[in-house]
């Protein structure tokens, strides 16, 4: 049973920091590269970084520079770290797994940043 478990997510005001953390389990955590996705109502869920077994980052260009992706191999987990949050930012956050055949999804958190 794979299961990611996102937590973190709350009301703040815009120019603050939340971080998000997603506890996965029933995975060999080490070996697979995971993300954190965004849905906000009315769109597309939209890719907003990624992060490789060894570390290596990408982000999407709308959170360059505010948000750091990370992950703790050794605790199962992987962080996001959002700062400078804007209204636009305000989404559910999914955390996502791609193992080699399937990808699985967390519940979300619900991030909601007041203007």
């Known amino acids: 049973q794979v299961q990611l478990v996102e937590s973190g997510g709350g009301l703040v005001q815009a120019g603050g920091s939340l971080r998000l953390s997603c506890a996965a389990s029933g995975i060999i955590f080490s070996i697979y590269p995971m993300g954190w996705y965004r849905q906000a109502p009315g769109k597309q869920r939209e890719w907003v970084a990624t992060?490789?077994?060894?570390?290596?980052?990408n982000y999407a260009d709308s959170v360059k520079g505010r948000f750091t992706i990370s992950r703790d191999n050794s605790k199962n987990t992987m962080y996001l770290q959002m700062n400078s949050l804007q209204p636009e930012d305000t989404a559910v956050y999914y955390c996502?797994?791609?193992?080699?055949?399937?990808?699985?999804w967390g519940q979300g958190t619900q991030v909601t940043v007041s203007s």
């Open positions: 992060i490789t077994s060894s570390g290596v980052t």
């Open positions: 996502k797994v791609a193992l080699r055949t399937y990808d699985y």
